[in-house]
Antibody
Framework: EVQLVESGGGLVKPGGSLRLSCVAS????????MNWVRQAPGKGLEWVSS????????YYADSLKGRFTISRDNAKDSLYLQINSLRVEDTAVYYC??????????????WGQGTLVTVSS | SSELTQDPAVSVALGQTVRITCHGD??????ASWYQQKPGQAPVFVIY???NRPSGIPDRFSGSSSGNTASLTITGARAEDEADYYC??????????FGGGTKLTVL
């Protein structure tokens, strides 16, 4: 059974930093691209970033480039998202997402339960 | 443009058929995927590659595409289908985009 378990969310002050983690199980993590998607309270889904299976190719939403860094450790079956200079508008549930197949780049089949990031003074 | 546009809200009578649409230039080159999200839950993947259903998704859910428009059709809507529905796609540079979502009400 595919499982994605996020952690690292919490309450942080504007300007602070957080590192989100996602531990994967139930599949060969190193063979899949991975993604972060976020959802602000009461709002829609927003793609944040994608990383290829080896970590060679990385993409970010244009509006978020510069403060977000995606990375992965295939030896630990783990995906990460470093967020710096946090803003109130970064408040959201952050989901770790795996695509449907090895080549289904945007077919987001498996979702974690999400981790809530709250940015507030 | 890679923006995807959805109607904010759609309603359907119980047992009837409803179509939820998604518009965007990227859909001319890349298929849409569709997601169902109920309050307090993570999204559920319901359609991909125009008209493929992941395991466990009822066959009353189907997809189609024409030009810059992708559609999700629910045939014989049930009360449990009331949810928010999102489409997504990608562009040639690997960026992914979601539509703004459609709130489906089953009357």
């Amino acid at each position: 059974e595919v499982q994605l378990v996020e952690s690292g969310g919490g309450l942080v002050k504007p300007g602070g930093s957080l590192r989100l983690s996602c531990v994967a199980s139930g599949f060969t993590f190193s063979r899949y691209s991975m993604n972060w998607v976020r959802q602000a309270p009461g709002k829609g889904l927003e793609w944040v970033s994608s990383i290829s299976s080896s970590g060679t190719f990385i993409y970010y939403a244009d509006s978020l480039k510069g403060r977000f860094t995606i990375s992965r450790d295939n030896a630990k079956d783990s995906l990460y998202l470093q967020i710096n200079s946090l803003r109130v508008e970064d408040t959201a549930v952050y989901y770790c997402v795996r695509p449907e197949t090895l080549s289904g780049w945007h077919n987001f089949e498996y979702w974690g339960q999400g981790t809530l990031v709250t940015v507030s003074s | 443009s890679s923006e995807l546009t959805q109607d904010p809200a759609v309603s359907v009578a119980l047992g009837q058929t409803v179509r939820i649409t998604c518009h965007g230039d990227s859909l001319r080159s890349y298929s849409a995927s569709w997601y169902q999200q109920k309050p307090g839950q993570a999204p559920v993947f319901v359609i991909y590659g125009e008209n493929n259903r992941p395991s466990g998704i009822p066959d009353r859910f189907s997809g189609s595409s024409s030009g810059n428009t992708a559609s999700l059709t629910i045939t014989g809507a049930r009360a449990e289908d009331e949810a928010d529905y999102y489409c997504n796609s990608r562009d040639r540079s690997g960026h992914v985009f979601f539509g703004g979502g459609t709130k489906l009400t089953v009357l």
